[in-house]
């Protein structure tokens, strides 16, 4: 889907969901994304990220087009519980993290591309909401060095109700976020919605969640964990 809206639109179309972005810029971002995955669950070494390597130059629907089938292809042979690296302190270090990570940052980047298009695809509640959960519990802990100097206190609750999923954050100075799967009666801040707008939200896109309290909490929570 992604790929066809993007072959529908002028290479230098703006992108409004990733400021300065072009859709030429959005897939060539995914291409290097996709190689970068490639050679992380190939060297299968859990300690060493992996070095920066920009890809030949070629045209970049071809890049986007070559690495994913390969993406694709080593995910699909690798056994999920293959160790791995990635930045996430609060996952396991296996290739099942990649699989997980892949779905969703080409499914907000759909979004994006559609935007650029002026089009709209809902996301389905449960994957919305596994997505909800990936940057809960993993995403927003990656960024060690914020969370040591410290940060606003507080809790913020997520509700995808017709997911029937909830998840509370605590944001306590000098520690990484604590997520739980419960609800909290009185919340410093919330986000209510379906589960399609409640993952965008998380994920900073615009969306028709209902958002209420200490907004500055989730731009805390936000950080740097958006997909780009």
Request: hydrophobic share 45%; proline share 8%.
């Amino acid at each position: 889907m992604l790929r066809a809206v993007a072959m529908s639109l002028p290479a230098d179309t703006p992108v409004p969901t990733c400021p300065g972005w072009t859709v030429q810029r959005l897939l060539r971002h995914l291409g290097r994304v996709f190689d970068m995955v490639i050679r992380v669950v190939q060297t299968a070494d859990p300690q060493s990220p992996p070095p920066r390597v920009e890809p030949p130059p070629a045209d970049t629907l071809a890049i986007f087009d070559d690495r994913l089938s390969a993406m694709l292809d080593v995910l699909a042979t690798t056994d999920p519980a293959t160790p791995v690296w990635h930045f996430t302190p609060t996952a396991p270090r296996t290739a099942a993290f990649w699989s997980r990570r892949m779905a969703h940052e080409v499914t907000m980047h759909r979004i994006d591309v559609q935007a650029a298009a002026g089009t709209d695809s809902a996301v389905a509640p449960e994957f919305a909401a596994d997505g909800v959960d990936e940057v809960l519990t993993r995403l927003i802990t990656r960024n060690t060095d914020a969370w040591a100097v410290g940060t606003r206190c507080g809790t913020v609750l997520y509700h995808a109700v017709d997911a029937g999923r909830v998840w509370t954050v605590r944001l306590v100075a000098g520690q990484l976020p604590q997520t739980a799967a419960e609800a909290v009666t009185e919340p410093d801040a919330s986000v209510v919605g379906l589960a399609d707008a409640v993952y965008r939200t998380a994920w900073g896109r615009p969306s028709r969640a209902v958002v209420s309290g200490d907004t500055t909490l989730l731009k805390v929570l936000l950080g740097d964990t958006v997909a780009r």
